[in-house]
């Protein structure tokens, strides 16, 4: 692979690289400052001043499949759990040709959003869709984007207390048997890997304290991560109350879950005890601003737990309570939201940046994505400043999170480019489109 130079942006998030970067081998080898030439020898040049350039933007949480169940009407103006009640049965039809359709939706999404790194939290496990994550891996191969791909789990029906219906949920043996199929299968521990794999039980409403143990001891005997709900709802703090007789961080600490290789999405209901006990343990935070207001959950203290040593990222959620995966619309949505609560003294659009980059990374245990800086892999986002919402902006960088930049022009991943000019080459959208259409019908009865 020849060295490319991305040459003379209009604004770039690195200090010293205003005359770009020297992408060489899928990663970044040189910072190319003002005035300066790269040292790099003999390297291609692509002319990016057209263009803002971000780190790849890195996603911590989502449900591919609910692209399936977008603007429901059983689902809409509902908060969480009559929320969840009204589409576990929807859920309950998904086929594998139809995950494979919302999948590719989700990702295709993603990355003309300036994604290059996605988590997804799949859960939902109904007969004859064994293979879900085994789709997803295929979905991001294809396409190119590097996933986190967590092995969701529930196990507690409404016939045990929990939330969702018998036809949602799986014994534990056999979630734990196929969690280690897929880490097997799938897992890639080295530090650039394209594909990971992570354990997710669903929630404390959807999950056995059983399985929540034996997860987090699964995931410590093969060194991958751990993801779940928390704090997310006050119903979701009385359920804990009420059926383990302890607040939710106390439950996950219960249960062998309170450590550095654990990210919670949401992390919403936790008071300054809870967030100094997550600091002290390293656990992460996915901040997903636009599920949260669309469900009415409450805001995450981000600054707070910034302020305790906590790191945080941001997550579009799935696109049932988003409905979007869009995660620069997102960072827009959190830069909003968390202003709207701490001022304009104390959040910044830098702020909101940051979490979606090197906050997102920490997440996944990832420090070498959501940076650019040398050494570091080359996933880039490149977003034009040619639209008319953006016409007089200065600041180019402010300008992306404040009048609101959508769509990519340009996405690197590992150094090859998996968006060019707005499209992703050789994915016929209209397609896609029209079969992702026919299997949300299909679900809908
Ligand atoms: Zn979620």
Redesign the pocket.
Known sequence: MTALWLRDPIGILADGAERGVVVDNGRIVELVPAGAEPATPGAAVFDAGRHVVLPGLVNT?H?FYQTLTRASPAALDRTLFPWLQALYPIWARMTPEALDAAVTVALAELLLSGCTTTTD?HYVFPAGLDDAVDIEVAAARRLGIRAVLTRGSMNLSQRDGGLPPDSVVQDEDRILADSERVIGAFHDPSPDAMVQIALAPCSPFSVTTSLMRATAGLAARHGVRLHT?LAETIDEESFCLETFGCRPLDYLEQTGWLHDRTWL?HGIHFDAGEIARLAAAGTCVTHCPCSNQILASGTCLVCEMEAAGMQVGLGV??SASNNASNLMQEVRAAYLLQRAHYGVETVSHRDALRWATTGSAACIGRPELGRIAVGAVADLALFTLDELRFSGALDPLAALVTCGAHRADRVMVGGRWVVEDGAIPGLDIAALMRRHAAATRVLHG
């Open positions: 949480h449900h939290h709900h999405a959620d799935g």
